[in-house]
């Protein structure tokens, strides 16, 4: 199902410049609030002065013309396991997207589809489409709480972890951060959370993920509006520059609340 949001909104000499959005398996793989990175994206791509487009795109739907940007959520073994045959046979549309640097963020389910395999606590071997040099593991411990990660490129990020599946780097594979504190990240072990290739970033960061770190919205909205428009440019009026100040105020209120909280 496309969603018109934002329809009409317009850039300099009034053109519009649509920015289309895809919501990867929202009926199946969106719990512990994902939607909110998509209603993220939304408001903050028409605070820029682009026109969201999103699609959402369940088992069965046609795929849409244009892709700028890929948003996929977490789900539980059985919402893996009920998308699997229709995932793949769009794994290589995906992989073409990935390789032409669109961006995409995917979140612990389906971080770990975009992994080369997950093999469920029971034994069930759930095969990925290797977008990602990485492989779960289900494990009776469960990963569960605040999560403060540092990254080179985005600073600290923070989130909140619920995982049992434990996610092993490929030598080479570049983390989405480091864990600082408490936090479990991959594995619990490594020290690691989250994967990198491209313009994709794979997190087990719920919360969810975007509301609280805005360099990471913003990043995959540059990255979108540069590969479709050759450059990131924000066409803003003062009040949608004063609103997006307000959300980002309120986003540095909230990570503070966050990396205060124990797990």
């Not at 700028?68 to 977490?74: A, E, N, T």
Request: glycine fraction near 14%.
């Amino acid at each position: 199902m496309d969603e018109a949001n934002g329809a009409g909104q317009a850039g300099p000499l009034g053109q519009s410049r649509p920015i289309d959005v895809v919501s990867l398996y929202p009926k199946d793989m969106n719990i512990y609030g994902d939607w909110g990175n998509v209603l993220t994206i939304r408001r903050r791509l028409k605070l820029y002065g682009y026109e969201p487009r999103i699609h959402t795109y369940n088992q069965g739907d046609p795929w849409p013309e244009q892709v700028d940007m890929v948003l996929g959520g977490g789900g539980q073994d059985s919402g893996q396991e009920k998308i699997s045959d229709d995932f793949f046979k769009r794994a290589d549309t995906l992989r073409a997207l990935v390789a032409d640097d669109v961006p995409m963020l995917m979140i612990c389910g389906m971080y770990q589809l975009f992994g080369e395999y997950f093999e469920t606590i029971d034994g069930t071997r759930l095969d990925g489409i290797g977008v990602f040099g990485v492989y779960t593991e289900g494990r009776e411990q469960r990963m569960i709480g605040n999560l403060v990660e540092h990254s080179d490129q985005f600073g600290d990020i923070i989130g909140y972890e619920n995982h049992s599946g434990q996610t092993f780097l490929r030598d080479g594979v570049e983390p989405l951060g480091h864990v600082e504190g408490e936090g479990r990240g991959n594995n619990g072990e490594d020290g690691t959370e989250g994967a990198r290739v491209h313009n994709v970033i794979g997190t087990y960061m719920h919360g969810s993920l975007l509301p609280k770190n805005p360099k990471i919205s913003d990043f995959l909205i540059a990255a979108a509006a540069t590969r479709r428009y050759g450059e990131f440019r924000p066409w803003q009026e003062e009040g949608q520059k004063a609103e997006l100040a307000r959300i980002d105020e309120t986003a540095a209120n909230a990570r503070r609340v966050a990396a205060s909280r124990p797990r």
